[in-house]
């Protein structure tokens, strides 16, 4: 899976690959950065480290907790936030939603 954070201040899009591969992948394998750079003209694509997966169906659970780590604790440090490649686990998915469904819950007022 596969996160775009835009920061148009810096003209930056900050690539975030669940499933990169070290030199196998460039800007040019994300249909939605050409789109971004002809809204935006010009505007830098770059890669930044985070949580991989083991598997192909982890993508969701590392995106989630991507985005809840970004807007509630990594927002003032950004971009400068992941610095961690390694695998994401049972364990970590587990916890992951053990953490964040009572609160999506909440916010859609589900009990």
């Known amino acids: ?12 899009v900050y690539i975030l690959d669940s499933l990169f591969k070290e030199g196998n992948k460039n800007p040019s394998h994300y249909r939605l950065t050409s789109v971004i750079e002809s809204a935006l003209l010009p505007i830098k694509p770059t890669f930044d480290r985070c949580n991989q997966q083991a598997e192909t ?7 989630l907790q991507s985005m809840f780590d970004f807007v509630n604790v990594y927002q003032k440090q950004f971009p400068k936030m992941w610095n961690d490649t390694k695998e994401a686990t049972d364990e970590d998915i587990e916890k992951t939603l053990k953490e964040l469904m009572p609160i999506l819950f909440d916010g859609l007022g589900i009990p």
């Open 57 to 63: 169906w982890e993508c969701g659970y590392i995106l």
């Open 1 to 12: 899976m596969t996160t775009l954070i835009i920061a148009v201040k810096v003209r930056r």
